[in-house]
Nanobody, 121 residues
Framework: VQLQASGGGLVQAGGSLRLSCTASGRRFSDYSMGWFRQAPGKDREFVAEISWRGGSRSYSDSVKGRFIISRDNSGNTVYLQMNSLNIEDTAVYYC???????????????WGKGTLVTVSS
């Protein structure tokens, strides 16, 4: 599976962005999809996950209530709607895919290249 993330950019605190990650190469609907992020000088951390069946979503405590993950199996794309952004959300965001298993641990089958999100004050 090849994963291509897009949608990053510069946004003011309190604003919104939507990230997209488009997959190719395998049957997208068989993969749980997730987003991770890595801020400067910090380890990569889990952000959000949507199960391969699409019925289950999980979020880190730091984004719960502000971010929404969704998927469009017909378009082979997973989205991350990010609202009420703050400076601490500044990071490179990566999408990840795992065959019919949770991505939360970070031990996944595939990673995409990251997209940079910068939140300014």
């Amino acid at each position: 599976v090849q994963l291509q993330a897009s949608g990053g950019g510069l946004v003011q605190a309190g604003g919104s962005l939507r990230l997209s990650c488009t997959a190719s190469g395998r049957r997208f609907s068989d993969y749980s999809m997730g987003w991770f992020r890595q801020a400067p000088g910090k380890d990569r951390e889990f952000v959000a996950e949507i199960s391969w069946r699409g019925g289950s979503r999980s979020y880190s405590d730091s984004v719960k209530g502000r971010f929404i993950i969704s998927r469009d199996n017909s378009g082979n794309t997973v989205y991350l709607q990010m609202n009420s952004l703050n400076i601490e959300d500044t990071a490179v965001y990566y999408c990840a895919a795992d065959y019919r298993s949770s991505v939360i641990t970070g031990r996944v089958d595939y990673w995409g290249k990251g997209t940079l999100v910068t939140v300014s004050s």
